[in-house]
């Protein structure tokens, strides 16, 4: 539940940021530099600091790679201006590509149950983007939250893949620390090649940082990264199931719609409130089922 709390502040933090004049890449780079700082920091203080196997290395390689397409796709939605309540509610189309990923890896059979529940979220998300059959044209901002959605699931995967063997080797931070140190260069090189293509000052642009952004990153690292982030690889499957701490988390769209309306006065048409609600819906009923 906390974790979810942590959760909620992401786009806010964001979107303040991205106020001030800060783009969503230098964001994520100055948001992962100041968390590999207090982790390692925290490491030192419990004498828990250790390198990576070297027959984990291609795992934590890969896991930071997806975290940073994942975190970057969701913020560059801030970007270009998308609603909190749009961007977030897109992102937790992440159950259906679950679903889709847990079918291509033989982990789960798609019945026609399943199917049909995928479908009330896709319709979902078709209200919530406000896209509308008779226009073609695809919104960036529409684009970046449905593929935060997919890398997300393709994060969780390798998470419950990876994670599960390692609670030997690894404290939970640590976990944490290995992702950061692989995500930090993979964002780093994303940004070169994203600069290639794009002069959006808020998408890629650099600047020097103020004591408020600088302020605000910390903040944003400790409380909606490290924090939640942490908590949740201290989740054991065994005392809380999947199912229970998915559900609980649904709870950071709704607290983020909540946040974007007591704030910034964000408010979506009454259609698209509609499709929030039957990707959630369906997001609550897949995680129901796979139990």
Known sequence: MIATLGFSFIL????VLRDTGMSSLEQLFFRLSF?????FLLMLC????????RKDVSFFASIGLVYSLFTFSGLAAIAFRTPIPVAVALVYTQPIFTVIIARLSGKEKITLLKVGIILVGVFGAFLVSGLRITSLQIDPGIVFPVLAGFFYAVYLWLKRQGTSGMSRDYAPYQVLFNTFLFAL???????????????NPLLVGITAPSALQLGLLLLFAVF??????????????EEVS?????????GDPLMHTLWATLFFKEYVTLIQYVGAGLILLSA???LKMST
Do not use: C
Not at 190 to 197: A, H
Not at 242 to 250: A, C, D, I, R
């Open 12 to 15: 806010i933090f964001s979107t």
């Open 35 to 39: 968390g590999l700082g207090v982790l």
């Open 46 to 53: 419990k004498k828990r600091v250790s390198f990576i196997q």
């Open 185 to 199: 260069p993979a964002i780093v090189v994303i940004g070169f090649m994203l600069q290639s293509v794009s002069t």
């Open 224 to 237: 909606s990264t490290i924090l939640p982030y942490g908590l949740l690889n201290y989740v054991k499957v």
């Open 242 to 250: 999947p199912t229970t701490e998915g559900l609980l988390l649904l």
């Open 284 to 286: 609550a009923i897949n």
